[in-house]
């Protein structure tokens, strides 16, 4: 099992900038991806990007061009670099590390770190 804590929300004007940080209790490189979701108040949570073992990206239509997810595995963190914020961007961001090679569709999850975007 896995521990995932998250760092870096915080109030933002529009157009500014955040960079979020999941730090992870063993090796990242244990999953076969990592990546960030957000859920806004009455919202389904949903992907904002993700990361493969193979070092494969993907993201939202919503955050394309404007976000990118990388990672450190000397320090076992993942981040997520926030630019041109803009307030629908506006929700909680959790952090997840997803399957192995054992258990292929097993979740991790952090508690979750606020970004607020101001217009």
């Known amino acids: 099992q896995v521990q995932l804590v998250e760092s870096g929300g915080g109030l933002v004007q529009a157009g500014g900038s955040l960079r979020l940080s999941c730090a992870a209790s063993k090796s990242i490189f244990s999953y076969n991806s990592a990546g960030w979701y957000r859920q806004a108040p009455g919202n389904q949570r949903e992907l904002v990007a993700s990361?493969?073992?193979?070092?494969?990206?993907a993201y939202a239509d919503s955050v394309k061009g404007r976000f990118t997810i990388r990672r450190d595995y000397t320090k076992n963190t993942v981040y997520l670099q926030m630019n041109s914020l803009k307030p629908e961007d506006t929700a909680v961001y959790y952090c997840?590390?997803?399957?192995?090679?054992?258990?292929?569709?097993?979740?991790?999850w952090g508690q979750g770190t606020q970004v607020t975007v101001s217009s």
């Open positions: 990361i493969s073992r193979s070092g494969s990206t």
């Open positions: 997840n590390a997803h399957g192995t090679v054992i258990v292929p569709s097993i979740d991790y």
